[in-house]
């Protein structure tokens, strides 16, 4: 399986670093596009530098790369994932004004029907925001929030990141061990 990964400069750059790491321990060919804004978010959020997220991917291009191969409908994917996706950048997707390699391949991934994954990461929401999210969801694409799920009682923020990338996975059918399904939980709600 190969898929895109676009990592654009909404907070949140964990969640495309967890994506990576467990893509690469799953075998999983990622190309990673990164926005100026996601390489200072990472800086910025978390500890990890440039060349260690570079290189848990299989490719990797600049935002500004116009020219990459995933920028052709040609170049043969299984989908993509951008993670965590600005408002910014779904905007420009939903409106079709590919003025960038994360916008132009997710483009591409609509319009040659394969899988295209948002994870939004923005509170509160403007209808706006809304309004750009219903675009997407009408012509295929999945609206994926970040919003971890509890009833698994997650012990560390650790949890509730694998929960969302987890979710991520699922939507590619890519068999995981991020988090304990619904139903394999043994408590009961009548205690």
């Known amino acids: 399986m190969r898929l895109i990964v676009g990592m654009t400069g909404s907070s949140g750059v964990i969640y495309g670093v967890r994506m990576l790491e467990a893509l690469r321990r799953l075998k999983v060919d990622a190309y990673l596009i990164m926005t100026e804004w996601a390489k200072k978010c990472l800086a910025l959020e978390t500890d990890f530098d440039l060349k260690y997220v570079k290189s848990l991917a299989a490719g990797f291009s600049d ?68 309004e750009n999210m219903l675009k997407l969801a009408r012509v295929g694409a999945v609206i994926l929030p970040a919003m971890p799920g509890f009833y698994n009682r997650p012990k560390s923020i650790d949890d509730m990141i694998n929960h969302v990338v987890g979710k991520c996975l699922d939507q590619f059918g890519i068999e995981h061990d991020l988090f304990k399904r619904w139903g394999t939980l043994e408590r009961s709600i009548d205690n």
Do not use: F, Q, W
């Not at 040609?74 to 408002?87: A, E, F, R």
């Not at 409106?95 to 939004?120: F, H, M, Q």
């Open 63 to 130: 935002d500004s790369n116009m020219a990459a191969s995933v920028s052709s409908g040609t170049h043969k994917t299984d989908g993509m994932v951008i993670i965590p996706c600005s408002m910014k950048s779904l905007s420009g997707i939903a409106n079709g004004y590919e003025e960038n390699l994360v916008s132009r391949a997710a483009g591409v991934t609509l319009k040659e029907s394969r899988r295209l994954v948002i994870v939004p990461r923005e509170t509160p929401l403007t209808s706006i925001h809304l």
